[in-house]
């Protein structure tokens, strides 16, 4: 996932270059730049047969991605890290924005994952976006959670409805690490007072 964040800014950040230039912002020079980025640790990994098959399937779906935004201006928040308070919770939750692109109406939030299980999904897809109305004062226009193993990609136009069962989903979360703080005094919340995601 580092590798391919950082391949993914990196190509956001090219300068724009025209058609012939070797730096444009072209599906190959991704690629490129992953193999750059890539650090070659196999720590997590069964095997080398593994880390070599990862890394393909990785290059594919960067190299996909990168058709599919070819020409796109930089969007507005690219990996930036943010902090908001969110008052129904009375807690603050933190994130790296992995992309923000702004819309005429509103905003899409794309977030780039290795876990297209449908309870990472469903846990993904409310903590955005009560983070997401917290930091910007509304909902986004949709929500991308896009895998970087298979290349699938999960979207949620969210609801104002949504908010509140965000807010709840969050609440019995902190309540299971509360207990856990309760049953073992050394364990703390996952950021201090907060919540990191």
């Known amino acids: ?5 950082h391949a993914i800014n990196d190509w956001y950040t090219l300068p724009d270059a025209g058609v012939s230039s070797p730096q444009r912002r072209d599906p190959e020079r ?3 730049l992953l193999d750059f980025r890539w ?6 990994f069964r ?3 593994h880390v070599r098959q990862t890394k393909r399937q990785v290059s594919a779906q ?5 058709r599919s935004h070819e020409g796109a201006p930089v969007p507005a928040l690219l990996f930036e890290p943010m902090s908001v308070r969110v008052p129904q919770l009375g807690i603050d939750m933190s994130a790296i924005v992995h992309m923000a692109e702004l819309t005429e109406q509103s905003y899409v939030i794309h977030k780039f994952v290795i876990d297209e299980s449908d309870e990472f999904m469903h846990a993904s897809l409310r903590q955005l976006t009560l983070f997401s109305f917290a930091a910007f004062g509304k909902l986004p226009e949709r929500i991308q959670l896009i895998d970087l193993l298979t290349g699938n990609t999960r979207c949620i136009v969210p609801r104002e409805a949504e908010i509140g069962q965000a807010a709840d ?21 996952p950021n ?3 919540f990191f995601m």
């Open 192 to 194: 201090g007072n907060g």
């Open 30 to 32: 991704m690629s490129r």
């Open 47 to 49: 095997s080398e047969e």
């Open 1 to 5: 996932m580092h590798a391919a964040y």
């Open 169 to 189: 989903y969050m609440r019995f979360i902190l309540s299971v690490y509360r207990q856990a703080q309760a049953d073992e005094p050394s364990a703390k919340l």
């Open 39 to 44: 650090a070659g640790r196999t720590q997590g």
């Open 62 to 66: 960067l190299q996909q991605f990168a």
